[in-house]
């Protein structure tokens, strides 16, 4: 047994020193997955921010309005543009989606008229067709900010009223859903193409066919590559938290630790589709048009890159027996929702059935050429 254990340590040194030595393998399992939390992470950051792009075409004089464009140019939920002094000028931007709407402010914007002791007025706001919900929303924006307004001039009482009540519970972000499902699509790189394109090469060079001439057995290498997965993964791992947390702030709820357990087993799950793909295929030609039928369906179906419940409901019931269905499920539920490992029995039981079907189709279909 001794013997085993050492030809096990001898072989994850060999195969981690391999993965750092290889500078495409590198980029796969650790830049790659970076490259799409930026590009996420920067998309979803500020995504809790609603804004418009708007410009103000101010044609009166009035000492309000000058005010209104000022305090509006200082709001975060409206962008002006401020060199659009003109409604053409906005119309030409607003036919290329550059702007939202246009805010126009008519000449007796703002003026006293005779009778009142108060100003007033009605802006006009101008908008396109293809942008008729951003301008809905717009409209409720400056309603209520004129109501606020009107407030100050003119008593009113509201019959009807609306009151707020803040659950004392945590929902997802729109960053921390989308932190889950990257962490998924890492799981993907480094589990599955990682073997899948090593294997094939192996077997090209002859190297696989000489290890089979020796005691080695197949589940020594097998453990071997989950072992080194794992260590390549806890480093892979790391650095994306460390990213996200430093860039993005990314809130965990759950524990670290329990965690750091499940990603493991997500390695460990993905892993075993890598180890049959690649063991099973004789080259790349034979490995990629496979992997592709397997992986696909997983990374668009999954909740890898968008809620699955905006599927229809049957492709919702199909997809949770996906392999990388609860593996993506359980994270969101540990790092959001602070769930512990005993919280998430049925993904873990269906990962555990996972396990069982990947690996023992993998020790049926590797050839070692």
């Given at each position: 047994?001794?013997?085993?254990?050492?030809?096990?340590a001898?072989?994850?040194r060999?195969?981690?020193?391999?993965f750092?030595r290889?500078?495409?393998?590198?980029?796969?399992s650790?830049?790659?997955p970076?490259?799409?939390l930026f590009?996420f992470?920067?998309i979803?950051s500020?995504?809790?921010?609603?804004?418009?792009?708007?410009?103000?075409?101010?044609k009166?004089?009035?000492?309000?309005a000058?005010?209104?464009?000022?305090?509006s140019?200082?709001?975060s939920?409206?962008?002006?543009?401020?060199?659009?002094?003109?409604l053409d000028?906005?119309k030409?931007?607003m036919?290329?989606?550059?702007?939202?709407a246009?805010i126009?402010?008519p000449?007796?914007f703002?003026?006293v008229?005779?009778g009142?002791?108060?100003?007033s007025?009605?802006?006009?706001?101008?908008?396109t067709?293809?942008?008729?919900?951003s301008?809905s929303a717009?409209?409720?924006v400056l309603?209520?900010?004129?109501?606020?307004i009107?407030?100050k001039?003119v008593?009113?009482a509201?019959p009807f009223?609306v009151?707020?009540?803040e659950?004392?519970?945590r929902?997802?972000?729109?960053?921390d859903y989308t932190?889950?499902?990257?962490?998924?699509f890492?799981?993907?790189?480094?589990?599955?193409f990682?073997?899948?394109?090593?294997?094939?090469?192996?077997?090209?060079?002859?190297?696989?066919?000489?290890?089979?001439t020796t005691?080695l057995?197949?589940?020594?290498?097998?453990?071997s590559?989950?072992?080194?997965?794992?260590?390549?993964?806890v480093?892979?791992f790391?650095i994306?938290f460390?990213?996200?947390?430093?860039?993005?702030?990314?809130?965990?709820v759950?524990n670290?630790?329990?965690l750091?357990?499940?990603l493991l087993?997500?390695?460990v799950?993905?892993?075993?589709?890598?180890?049959?793909?690649?063991g099973?295929?004789?080259n790349?030609r034979?490995?990629?048009?496979?992997?592709n039928?397997?992986?696909?369906p997983?990374?668009f179906l999954s909740?890898?890159?968008?809620?699955r419940?905006?599927?229809p409901?049957?492709?919702q019931?199909?997809?949770t027996?996906?392999?990388?269905?609860?593996i993506?499920?359980?994270?969101r539920?540990?790092?959001?929702?602070?769930?512990?490992l005993i919280?998430i029995?049925p993904?873990?039981?269906?990962i555990g059935?996972?396990?069982?079907i990947?690996y023992?189709?993998?020790f049926?279909?590797?050839?070692?050429?």
């Amino acid at each position: 047994m001794k013997k085993s254990l050492f030809t096990v340590a001898t072989f994850v040194r060999i195969n981690t020193k391999r993965f750092f030595r290889d500078k495409l393998a590198i980029f796969f399992s650790v830049i790659f997955p970076l490259i799409f939390l930026f590009v996420f992470g920067s998309i979803n950051s500020g995504s809790s921010n609603v804004s418009f792009n708007v410009a103000i075409i101010n044609k009166s004089d009035s000492t309000f309005a000058a005010e209104f464009v000022k305090t509006s140019q200082a709001s975060s939920v409206l962008k002006v543009d401020k060199d659009i002094t003109s409604l053409d000028a906005a119309k030409q931007k607003m036919s290329v989606s550059q702007l939202d709407a246009a805010i126009v402010l008519p000449k007796d914007f703002g003026t006293v008229k005779d009778g009142q002791s108060y100003p007033s007025g009605q802006a006009e706001l101008v908008y396109t067709q293809n942008n008729q919900s951003s301008a809905s929303a717009l409209r409720s924006v400056l309603n209520t900010e004129f109501t606020g307004i009107n407030s100050k001039f003119v008593d009113t009482a509201a019959p009807f009223t609306v009151t707020s009540t803040e659950l004392n519970e945590r929902s997802l972000s729109a960053f921390d859903y989308t932190f889950a499902g990257l962490l998924g699509f890492s799981l993907i790189g480094m589990g599955i193409f990682g073997p899948m394109n090593v294997f094939p090469e192996l077997k090209k060079m002859g190297i696989l066919r000489r290890l089979s001439t020796t005691p080695l057995r197949v589940w020594q290498y097998f453990l071997s590559t989950m072992i080194g997965q794992a260590i390549i993964g806890v480093v892979s791992f790391a650095i994306m938290f460390l990213v996200a947390i430093l860039v993005f702030h990314l809130q965990v709820v759950g524990n670290y630790f329990e965690l750091a357990v499940f990603l493991l087993i997500g390695v460990v799950t993905m892993l075993g589709i890598g180890l049959a793909l690649g063991g099973w295929a004789k080259n790349e030609r034979q490995a990629a048009p496979l992997s592709n039928i397997i992986v696909f369906p997983m990374m668009f179906l999954s909740g890898t890159f968008f809620p699955r419940f905006l599927m229809p409901e049957w492709l919702q019931n199909v997809s949770t027996f996906l392999p990388l269905t609860p593996i993506i499920d359980g994270i969101r539920m540990i790092a959001t929702e602070g769930k512990h490992l005993i919280d998430i029995g049925p993904q873990l039981g269906l990962i555990g059935i996972w396990i069982v079907i990947i690996y023992v189709v993998a020790f049926r279909v590797f050839r070692w050429e």
